[in-house]
């Protein structure tokens, strides 16, 4: 079975760094990208970025370049997504997600379970 | 950036009911790369349609995905009361991916 297994929440103050993890497990982890989606509370998806764990290749959306880091350890088939100082603001549900592995297949299945952090004084 | 457009933002309908959901893009986006997705509170979204029309694996025939160009629709033919949720399109252009801010489908 495909599976992405996401890191527990997390309760931090603003300006702490945080590193929430995405485990993959059923298939080839280097052979599909893994994006990254934010869904702030109450609200609609958000895409932040994506990354191919073969080679490191990595994408951001304009609105989250800067504000994150995608990585990926393909050793252990996981894939991160960092701060290094969070806001107030970055309290959300962070989900990732498999890409499918052809040029034309831009969905994504499956997703993890979701990882909530939480951001405040 | 592609924008994507739902309606209604809230559907209020009664099991047994046809549910139709809108999804239009600012510009045009290429069926192959419309997709739909599910969900329900405090879970993950699941994956209903790939390629505006392909059902994803296990999903029931009274979902169904249509449209071309900028105008998609999703269809639920007979709304079973676990189909009470939020909807998603989704599509992809020039190396990023959008959502639709969701229509919310609530028991009537």
């Known amino acids: 079975e495909v599976q992405l297994v996401q890191s527990g929440a997390e309760v931090k103050k603003p300006g702490e760094s945080l590193k929430i993890s995405c485990k993959g497990s059923?298939?080839?982890?280097?052979?599909?990208?893994i994006g990254w989606v934010r869904q702030m509370p109450g609200k609609g998806l958000e895409w932040m970025g994506i990354i191919y764990p073969g080679d490191s290749d990595t994408r951001y959306s304009p609105s989250f370049q800067g504000q994150v880091t995608i990585s990926a350890d393909k050793s252990i088939s996981t894939a991160y997504l960092q701060w290094s100082s969070l806001k107030a603001s970055d309290t959300a549900m962070y989900y990732c997600a498999r890409r499918g592995s052809s040029d034309y297949a831009t969905w994504f299945d499956p997703w993890g379970q979701g990882t909530l952090v939480t951001v405040s004084s | 950036e592609i924008v994507l457009t739902q309606s209604p933002g809230t559907l209020s309908l009664s099991p047994g009911e046809r549910a139709t959901l809108s999804c239009r893009a600012s510009?045009?986006?290429?069926?192959?790369?419309l997709a739909w997705y599910q969900q329900k509170p405090g879970q993950a979204p699941r994956l209903l349609i790939y390629g505006a029309s392909s059902r994803a694996t296990g999903i029931p025939d009274r979902f169904s995905g249509s449209g071309s160009g900028t105008d998609f629709t999703l269809t639920i033919s007979r709304l079973e009361p676990e189909d009470f949720a939020v909807y998603y399109c989704q599509q992809y252009g020039s190396s990023a991916w959008t959502f639709g801010q969701g229509t919310k489908v609530e028991i009537k």
């Open positions: 510009q045009s986006v290429s069926s192959s790369y």
């Open positions: 059923g298939y080839s982890f280097t052979s599909y990208w």
